[in-house]
């Protein structure tokens, strides 16, 4: 067959200049295999700090947005006038949700939702001796809480039940605890923005494992917040969702905005400071895989160049005795190819071993992140996608000197 | 009267049906070098070759010998003029379908004899009609030994090239030029890069495809025991054939 011979000449000039073919395929595989580390090493990281900010967050928060944006009475005044306001201040309203127990009882009949907590929250200060921490206190319904978050799995020292029963309890993040030098059973005081105080016993420590939870934030019952904000029993600041499927959660937070008025935030913006380095290590992973491929490119565009000059004569004589154009194209094109192929394996091969070793490697971001060892993903299509790279460069970097070599004009290098 | 029919004499003065007498034809060629400047290096070129004849292409340096042996080796398109063989039509082809041609009736030796490094002997040889694609993989090889049998090289097939002598290497080069039962064998310098007796080896070669095998033999030489043991000398002179 016509491919079968312009394959056979390809695969004798490979296998006889085996270490030439070695260091062309090195580049590509070097490429390859940097790809895919880097590939699996940001992907992880993305997932996983997108797992964290999932995790700790709900997906939906609704809350009433103390604003300056509302239309003025001069609107209403001179409708067809062009008004100008200069500082506006925020109305002096209750930042409570409207019937907000009823609305939390309304979504949680929804089939889509997880659970539902409603609850009151209020920054605090702890007093610990002279100096005053501030942190925030949400009192909640520690078992819906428990719904959304898997509460219990998180409680370090103490328990949840305790809290049921212990009406001025409440729960510290382990940070806050470790910073005001408490620990389950103590007591300590809480003070209120309108200047209340109270004394509360710590029934438990948990830890999310996040620093803007674990050293910031307190559980209590709701009835005890209500009171020492002297507010009454159904007045509720938050009311956080969590849903079954968490990408559904950003249209369902436009919906619910639309139906109550209130606004909804939802756990890609609540955690943007998080997710935001995402689209920016994707760009990175692409710059420099491209870097890296269009080098090993030029690398064998070089090789197969040289190899081209070298085997003048020999193209000359292929011509003499009837090889085409298309012939003599082939046979370098498929020395490419070839080295394209094998480069890209044993790329995504060392790649994998590369990602595979770091993967069990340790890595303490203290108490930022609760990570154990380096976050690595391993996906099919990165694979994939490596192979086809490597051998779109290869076919691109050896199509030119493949061409050149089919235009040679053996009349000249046969007369010598 | 006794007639003496005497086959060759039947061959010579009988045109056999069927079979073409005439396996080249060039008419009027032409050609010019721009490079430094315009300079004419064939001037109305024609003559024919006949099947099984052995032709020396003679001249001194510069006559445009070689630069006429290109041109019916079909290699080079540049010229003005026409060229046919086996009665078909060359002038006007594209490199493609001359390739093709070349691969099925030419054979060519070269003073350099061009072989592949990388393969044998068996290998080199087995390549243009690898190309061809006529026979069989199996049989193209049994062909291949054939022809190294023909050259006596035969107990070396299976060598890399480029380990052979000089003078073993022309002869596996005329093997190769051999597979495909070319119908004419074109050759230049074919003997310049050997010794007496290689020479001698490759001339006698030479006339043995000629004259048993039928086949046309044309090669520019500067070798005149070469010329001189061939059926016609045409020489040139100052781009001009002048006997």
């Known amino acids: 067959m016509k491919l079968g011979i312009s394959l056979q000449i390809a695969k004798t000039h490979l296998l006889t200049k085996k270490r030439q073919t070695l260091i062309a395929m090195l580049g590509v595989t070097f490429g390859i295999a940097m790809f895919i580390v880097m590939i699996s090493v940001i992907k992880g990281v993305n997932k996983f700090l997108e797992d964290s900010a999932l995790d700790s967050s709900p997906h939906i928060r609704i809350y009433k947005e103390i604003t300056s944006n509302h239309p003025s009475i001069i609107e209403d005044a001179n409708p067809s006038n062009f008004n100008i306001i200069y500082h506006q201040l925020p109305k002096n309203e209750l930042i409570n949700i409207k019937n907000g127990l009823q609305i939390a009882a309304n979504i949680e009949k929804e089939p889509t939702i997880l659970g539902v907590s409603p609850q009151i929250s209020s920054q605090v200060f702890f007093n610990k001796g002279p100096v005053p921490f501030s942190g925030q206190i949400a009192g909640v319904d520690v078992l819906k809480e428990d719904k959304l978050y898997d509460l219990k799995k998180r409680v370090k020292s103490g328990n949840l039940e305790s809290l049921l029963s212990t009406p001025n309890g409440i729960l510290m993040g382990k940070v806050l605890a470790r910073n005001l030098n408490v620990k389950v059973g103590d007591k300590i005081t809480v003070t209120t923005p309108t200047g209340n105080l109270k004394l509360v016993k710590i029934v438990g420590i948990f830890g999310f494992g996040i620093q803007t939870v674990d050293g910031v934030k307190c559980y209590a019952n709701m009835s005890m917040v209500q009171e020492i904000l002297q507010k009454d029993k159904s007045f509720v600041t938050d009311i956080h969702i969590k849903m079954k499927d968490s990408q559904a959660a950003l249209k369902y937070a436009k919906v619910l905005k639309n139906q109550y008025g209130y606004k909804t935030q939802d756990w890609a913006e609540a955690n943007s400071a998080f997710l935001a380095g995402d689209k920016i290590r994707n760009g990175m992973v692409i710059m420099v895989s491209i870097t890296l491929l269009v080098v090993a490119g030029f690398g064998i565009y070089n090789i197969m160049n040289m190899n081209v000059i070298n085997k003048m004569k020999d193209i000359a004589i292929l011509k003499a005795t009837g090889f085409a154009g298309n012939d003599i194209v082939s046979i370098f094109l498929i020395q490419s190819i070839i080295i394209g192929i094998l480069g890209a394996l044993l790329g995504i091969i060392i790649g994998f071993c590369l990602s595979y070793l770091l993967s069990s490697m340790p890595f303490d971001a203290g108490d930022f992140l609760d990570i154990k060892t380096f976050p690595i993903l391993f996906e099919p299509k990165y694979y994939g996608l490596g192979m086809i790279f490597g051998i779109t460069t290869t076919i691109l970097a050896g199509y030119m000197p493949a061409r050149k070599a089919s235009k040679i004009d053996p009349v000249a290098i046969l007369r010598g | ?243």
């Open chain 2, 1 to 243: 009267m006794l007639i003496n029919i005497n086959r060759k004499s039947v061959e010579n003065e009988i045109p056999l049906l069927g079979v073409e007498r005439l396996v080249l034809q060039a008419t009027n060629i032409n050609k010019y070098f721009y490079e430094p400047e315009k300079f004419q290096v064939l001037k109305n070129i024609s003559f024919e070759a006949n099947r099984g004849e052995f032709l020396a292409l003679v001249g001194k340096s510069g006559c445009g010998k070689s630069t006429l042996l290109y041109i019916l080796s079909t290699m080079d398109t540049t010229y003005d003029g026409k060229l046919t063989m086996n009665g078909e039509r060359l002038t006007g082809r594209t490199q493609d379908q001359l390739a093709a041609f070349r691969n099925e009736h030419l054979g060519f030796v070269f003073q350099f004899h061009f072989l592949l490094p990388e393969f044998t002997a068996l290998q080199n040889v087995m390549l243009p009609a690898l190309k061809l694609g006529k026979y069989s993989s199996k049989e193209i090889e049994e062909r291949a030994y054939q022809k190294l049998k023909l050259v006596d090289m035969q107990d070396h097939a299976l060598k890399q090239s480029a380990k052979l002598s000089g003078g073993q290497q022309q002869r596996v080069a005329i093997a190769r030029a051999l597979i495909n039962d070319p119908t004419i064998i074109m050759g230049d310098e074919p003997t310049g890069n050997l010794d007496r007796k290689n020479s001698e080896v490759v001339f006698e070669i030479f006339k043995q495809i000629a004259h048993e095998n039928n086949q046309t033999i044309i090669a520019v030489t500067h070798d005149p025991d070469f010329a001189k043991g061939s059926d016609r000398i045409i020489e040139m002179s100052d781009g001009q054939i002048i006997s």
